[in-house]
């Protein structure tokens, strides 16, 4: 089975930091995804990474995809208190629909 | 709003009682998702429709019934629930064209007492 692994789990950062959340999986993929999720809200899709070396950016937010590797990343650039929110990402295995989350990551940006 | 729209949003229900949860999406996807989010675990696949058919039913217990009538409605029945049940119930759905990214409904917040 598909297994997905982020870590950390938890992030408390300062605004205008940076830092970088990691997403593995366990099988080949080259459709990873990244959604967030604020609290009693649902998820919103953040970006879609469908070929190995992907990358796209969002404002502060830049995603990149390493299919050899099996490693996406989240990096995140001067945070803001906005940013604060629990970050998921998922992969679809090859051939196949289902879409496998990680625990997510809590960010807290504080002032 | 994302094109997914679930029903009801809240949802108290008794450990003897039968409840439907609903999914609906208008987005012309072809894959429609039900997952359980609690506080203890991540977010977990419970059951996926492909075309209409069930090609995932991630030993789910059997208290949970799903139905997808067509390719725009996705039911979760429920009967006999336990308080550990009590959940975010998901729905989502993808194509598989076009970056197969998932959409989500707001949620069903499930409390089984």
Known sequence: ELKVEQNPLFLSMQEGKNYTIY???????????WYRQDPGKSLESLFVLLSNGAVKQEGRLMASLDTKARLSTLHITAAVHDLSATYFCAVKEYNNNDMRFGAGTRLTVKP | ETGVTQTPR????????KKSL????HLGHNAMYWYKQSAKK??????????????ENNSVPSRFSPECPNSSHLFLHLHTLQPEDSALYLCASSATEQGGEAFFGQGTRLTVV
């Open chain 2, 22 to 25: 609903k999914c609906e999406q």
């Open chain 1, 23 to 33: 997403c593995n999986y366990s099988t080949t993929s080259d459709r990873l995804y």
């Open chain 2, 42 to 55: 991540p977010l977990e696949l419970m059951f996926v429709y492909n075309f209409k058919e069930q090609t």
């Open chain 2, 10 to 17: 809240h949802l108290v229900m008794g450990m003897t009682n």
